[in-house]
């Protein structure tokens, strides 16, 4: 399976690097950014298999390479680009019944989020103050039916010390929001990494065997990171250490 995710990745990834096709359909415009989209991956590949999730929404993959060589961005940069792009077009469909953008919609939303990104608009920052961090597969605990365990944490007191990060390689930003107000956790101070920052690049901007993310690479190399899942030593595939 690990191969066959490999040859995908590098199909999808191979056909955006062709130029960008001029469609001449009467009526039809395009944004002039499709080119920095990879194609989005086809339902039944939508998954997580280490987390035993589907993802509840197709989320738009950007070519680092591309991005990179024209906006002189870096791994982190592009990882908050892609994020914040996502989750700008989920709140946008969350509050419309439209499910698809007009090309100058699509073009704007690209444009205001990179200003954001060059302007140093972060989803993720830890304080400076911050040494230790737990880093929690919740994909696990929700497939095992064990959230009530991540409960059980804060209330021990094991976040007392360490900043708790939640990873989720299937929900969105704003699903793991609304999860964790139906589990009155959100008062705890969760951060969060969510399906939206995962990328088939890694921070060479090299094409890898899977979707994921470095997790080092978003924190200060003075910080220690304690995974925890519910299962000893079972760890998410999607998380590159």
């Given at each position: 399976m690990r191969y066959l995710n490999f040859f995908l990745l590098l199909t999808f990834i191979s056909c955006s690097q062709?130029?960008?096709?001029?469609?001449?359909?009467?009526?039809?415009?395009?944004?002039?950014?499709?080119?920095?989209?990879?194609?989005?991956?086809?339902?039944?590949?939508?998954h997580s298999a280490s987390g035993m999730?589907?993802?509840?929404?197709?989320?738009?993959?950007?070519?680092?390479?591309k991005l990179?060589?024209?906006?002189?961005?870096?791994?982190?940069?592009?990882?908050?680009?892609?994020?914040?792009?996502?989750?700008?077009?989920?709140?946008?469909?969350?509050?419309?019944?439209l499910?698809?953008?007009?090309?100058?919609?699509?073009?704007?939303?690209?444009?205001?989020?990179?200003?954001?990104?060059?302007?140093?608009v972060r989803y993720f920052k830890l304080p400076e103050t911050v040494n230790k961090v737990v880093l929690i597969f919740l994909d696990r605990y929700i497939a095992l039916g064990r959230e009530d365990e991540i409960r059980k944490m804060n209330e021990g007191g094991k976040f007392d010390e360490a900043v708790p990060i939640l990873f989720s390689a299937c929900l969105s930003?704003?699903?793991?929001?609304q999860w964790l107000i139906e589990k009155n956790l959100d008062q705890v101070g969760f951060y969060s990494?969510?399906?939206?920052?995962?990328?088939?690049?890694?921070?060479?901007?090299?094409?890898?065997?899977?979707?994921s993310i470095e997790v080092k690479k978003l924190l200060r190399t003075n910080v220690e990171v304690?995974?925890?899942?519910?299962e000893k030593d079972h760890l998410p595939s999607e998380i590159v250490f």
């Open positions: 062709g130029e960008v096709r001029q469609i001449d359909e009467v009526g039809y415009r395009t944004s002039g950014i499709e080119q920095f989209f990879l194609p989005e991956l086809p339902t039944w590949a939508n999730c589907f993802k509840k929404h197709s989320f738009h993959y950007l070519d680092f390479n990179s060589s024209v906006y002189q961005l870096n791994y982190l940069e592009l990882l908050e680009l892609q994020a914040q792009y996502n989750d700008r077009l989920e709140s946008y469909f969350r509050s419309t019944t499910r698809f953008l007009k090309p100058v919609e699509e073009s704007a939303f690209f444009a205001n989020t990179l200003e954001n990104i060059k302007g140093g930003r704003q699903d793991l929001n990494l969510t399906a939206e920052w995962l990328s088939p690049f890694d921070s060479n901007l090299r094409v890898g065997p899977r979707i304690r995974p925890v899942s519910p």
